[in-house]
């Protein structure tokens, strides 16, 4: 599977961009998928996660209300949106794929996921 992140851009301090994540080869309706994130000089960071199904989401607690995953498998899509913006928002936003399941705390780890997304900038200006 080859994911390409897309959606981001410069936006002001409170606004809203929504992500999304294609899968250029192959079909993600079959994977749980995550979207991760990094600032310059900052490890990578969990956001949100999403069963293959949809029934599922997982976010960290500090974008809980603000951001929302979801995805459309006929569409071969998984999106962010991501409300509310504040400048510590700004990072590369990553979409990754997980060929196995998790659930809570478990969705949050880098490792278990299997496929990754080339990365999308974010940049919220105060």
């Known amino acids: 599977v080859q994911l390409q992140a897309s959606g981001g851009g410069l936006v002001q301090a409170g606004g809203s961009l929504r992500l999304s994540c294609t899968a250029s080869?192959?079909?993600?309706?079959?994977?749980?998928m995550g979207w991760f994130r990094q600032a310059p000089g900052k490890e990578r960071e969990f956001v949100a996660h999403?069963?293959?199904?949809?029934?599922?989401?997982y976010y960290t607690d500090s974008m809980k209300g603000r951001f929302a995953i979801s995805r459309d498998n006929a569409k071969n899509t998984v999106y962010l949106q991501m409300n509310s913006l504040k400048p510590e928002d700004t990072a590369v936003y990553y979409c990754?794929?997980?060929?196995?399941?998790?659930?809570?705390?478990?969705?949050?780890?880098?490792?278990?996921?299997?496929?990754w997304g080339q990365g999308t900038q974010v940049t919220v200006s105060s």
């Open positions: 080869e192959g079909t993600i309706s079959s994977y749980d």
């Open positions: 999403i069963s293959w199904s949809g029934g599922s989401t």
């Open positions: 990754a794929a997980m060929r196995g399941y998790c659930t809570g705390y478990g969705c949050y780890s880098g490792e278990k996921y299997d496929y």
